[in-house]
């Protein structure tokens, strides 16, 4: 398993651990250093961190979520 | 021409061509899931302040957009998104492109990689889907 695929499994356990907020989590030890309802929660608690560098942030993207977007005009 | 393969993103209900992403000079890895369908890439509005962007600035223009969960606003801004290898080390990107951050409720929760990106910077792009299980499946972008 790469480093990429250890980091995607990682995130989601992360995710689903907090499945209503954002979290950044280690992408190597796969530890959630930080969740927050909002983004600036988390970047709040890491900027306090030595290094928050290469962490993973995200938040779930829920099962009905659908993509597609279209310019109007 | 070089090929860049991810793992087809298997974890939720829905298997999902999500990749990891990285923004600008900044060092963190963000999932972005390919979008066929969407004509443009996309980022969540909560985006602007994590990336240091404003949409108060004077190069920032506006455009609506619409889509299955209705329509929106959206600011134009320019940036580079890079494409990550197995180590998660940057190895290629669009160049500075303009992308739109989605204004006040949209409901986007992740970057939306369009068209912009997939048809306009990339070669190629292929799902291999052919195995039965879905966690064999690969997203094999052609750069």
Known sequence: MTRYQKALKAMHNAEDRHPQSFVAVDPDSGRVIAHSRKLSGIKKTISTRKSSKGLIISKKLPDTYHGYFNLSV | MDILTYPFDCYGAIPRPLILVKIDNYSNPYPALIDTGADFTVFPGHFLDELGH??????????????????????????????????????????????????????????????????????????????????????????
């Open chain 2, 54 to 143: 404003c949409n108060k600035s004077r190069k920032v223009t506006s455009a609506k957009a619409g889509g299955f969960g209705g329509k929106a606003h959206y600011f134009i801004h320019t940036l580079k998104i890079f494409l990550l290898d197995g180590n998660l080390n940057p190895v290629w990107d669009t160049g500075k492109i303009k992308v739109g951050f989605a204004g006040g409720n949209s409901g986007i929760d992740s970057i939306v990689l369009g068209r912009d990106i997939i048809c306009g910077k990339w070669r190629r792009l292929i799902i291999n889907s052919e195995s039965n299980n879905p966690k064999n499946w690969s997203v094999r972008i052609f750069i």
